[in-house]
């Protein structure tokens, strides 16, 4: 098998509710991620630098951003003329008028997509998880055990997996069992204290994924979801193996996190203005590609150190391009391209999204301020979370979300 033969199903669609406000108006995988990034950037990155370039996303929930992102940012990465493609497929309701059920179906409805680029190996990815991964290492180990289907995983402490799907193998990695979200994990053997979780990553065979997708999509009973029904339904009855997470982050630990709520989100973009960050995105052996920005650089002014005077300055901060910080202070912060953070103004332990503008004397703590939002001049953020549940999203921690466009 050689690569140009593998296709890329990227899974696009969800809608990542327990984002809360960060997702009403985008998909969970176009929501912007260490300043400059989507989350979807991480998996299509993988892929280019795995030197996977035919990639169909499958898109649903408000699709738009994410549209727009891969039009006009991702797609300069691929040459048509030597058959590379990144392709937005939204649901093709080929069963009466439903739009997609789970992800088997969202598959399923786009069957025929597969069958045009006749691929040799077809590689199912989610596209709303942060990792470094080069898929070329999991194509191999597919190939060579002539599986039918192969599935990501990755060993995490046995108290972390009940929201994910936990695989036992044999000493051949041969999947044995599979348990969907369970409350009391079987773990490795030989370590009681991890489990093998499943990443939502899978290498098929193509005819024996069209077989399972029809026989799934003709089960009245199932949820038609690749992890709660099919991976289950395959284990004793074709050859099904798991292949273990190999990190290209370069650190000790190995990177894979689901930010798919608020807290594990803000928590993994202040990891990366830590002085030693889990994740490396200082990495240019491994880059992490993103729409192209047309910005100048990022501007500090004034320096008044007198007592009451105005400095603009960041400190243990991403700071984007297009940013100014015009006589503000930030502190361990994440700033995405053109925010402006104005005289006397204080960012502490925030993530702050596109053209937001801090007015002068306001404070914001422990924030997450969605794009286009205006901070008016001596407002306060983060330091009263009683008053800021009257008026915003609050985590159970303390986390204040902003909506896009708030008028506040």
């Not at 912007?32 to 299509?44: E, H, K, Q, S, T």
């Not at 045009?116 to 194509?139: C, F, Q, T």
């Not at 502490?348 to 004397?361: L, M």
Request: aromatic letters at 10%; a neutral charge; one cysteine or more.
């Amino acid at each position: 098998m050689v690569l140009p033969e593998t296709l890329v199903v990227l899974l696009a669609g969800g809608r990542g509710e327990r984002l809360g406000p960060l997702t009403e108006q985008r998909a969970k995988p176009a929501v912007p991620f260490g300043g400059l990034y989507r989350i979807v950037d991480f998996a299509v990155s993988n892929c280019i630098n795995s030197g996977l370039t035919r990639i169909l996303v499958l898109v649903q929930y408000r699709a738009r951003s994410l549209n727009r992102h891969i039009r006009q940012g991702l797609s300069v990465y691929f040459n048509p003329a030597r058959g590379e493609f990144i392709e937005s497929l939204s649901p093709q309701q080929q069963k009466g008028e439903q739009w997609f059920q789970g992800t088997a179906d969202a598959v399923y409805q786009n069957i025929f997509a597969i069958r045009e680029a006749n691929p040799e190996a077809v590689l199912v990815l989610s596209g709303d998880h942060i990792y470094k991964m080069d898929y070329r290492r999991m194509l191999r180990f597919h190939t060579e055990l002539r599986a039918d289907v192969t599935v990501g995983a990755v060993e995490m402490p046995r108290s972390q997996v009940s929201g994910f799907g936990v695989l036992q193998v044999d000493n051949e990695e041969r999947i044995v069992r599979f348990q969907e979200k369970p409350k009391d994990p079987n773990p490795i053997p030989g370590d009681p204290n991890l489990c093998l979780a499943s990443m939502g990553i899978y290498v098929f065979r193509p005819e024996v994924l069209e077989r399972v997708l029809e026989a799934d999509a003709a089960d009245p009973q199932s949820n038609h979801d690749f992890g709660r029904d099919i991976i289950p339904k395959l284990i004793g009855h074709c050859a099904l193996y798991a292949f273990r997470f190999i990190d290209e982050n370069k650190k000790a630990a190995k990177y894979w996190r689901d930010v798919g709520t608020v807290e594990a989100y803000y928590w993994a973009n202040m990891d990366l203005v830590s002085i030693d960050p889990q994740l490396n995105l200082y990495d240019f052996e491994w880059p992490l590609h993103t729409s192209p920005l047309t910005a100048p650089p990022a501007k500090f002014v004034f320096g008044d150190e007198h007592p009451g005077g105005r400095m603009g300055q960041s400190i243990d901060s991403l700071v984007s391009p297009g940013c100014i910080i015009s006589g503000g202070r930030v502190f361990r912060s994440v700033l995405s391209q053109f925010v402006r953070v104005n005289s006397f103004a204080v960012v502490e332990d925030s993530v702050v999204f596109e053209n937001v503008q801090i007015g002068r004397h306001a404070r914001v703590r422990r924030a997450i301020i969605d794009k286009d939002v205006r901070v008016p001049e001596g407002m306060v953020i983060g330091h009263d979370i009683e008053e800021d549940r009257r008026r915003f999203t609050v985590t159970d921690s303390g986390i204040v979300v902003i909506s896009k466009g708030a008028e506040l």
